[in-house]
């Protein structure tokens, strides 16, 4: 199944033709998470602190489907 990804932040750097947060496809075997995707992408563990798919936060076990969008964020801090 095709997946589409979508970095954000200090993330973009992992985006596989360096542009940035430009979405990109990524192929995964049916039944593939959250998880999985961000393995295949390369990210360390413990970079990606949010997920999200339509608008909703979606925790690394989740399921994926074929076709959708992923929006991945690093940890943020402010003040």
């Known amino acids: 199944m ?3 990804v ?3 932040a200090t993330l973009t750097r992992y985006h596989p033709e360096e542009k940035g947060n430009k979405p990109f496809s990524v192929e995964l075997p ?3 998470t959250i998880k999985e995707l961000i393995e295949k992408v390369g990210i360390q563990e ?3 602190k949010q997920v999200f798919i339509r608008h ?3 925790r690394p076990d989740y ?3 074929d076709g959708e969008r992923v ?3 690093p940890p943020v ?3």
């Open 77 to 79: 801090a402010g003040g």
């Open 63 to 65: 399921v994926l489907e």
């Open 71 to 73: 929006a991945i964020f």
């Open 6 to 8: 979508v970095l954000y």
């Open 56 to 58: 909703k936060s979606r």
């Open 2 to 4: 095709k997946i589409e």
């Open 46 to 48: 413990g970079e990606a």
């Open 30 to 32: 049916e039944g593939a």
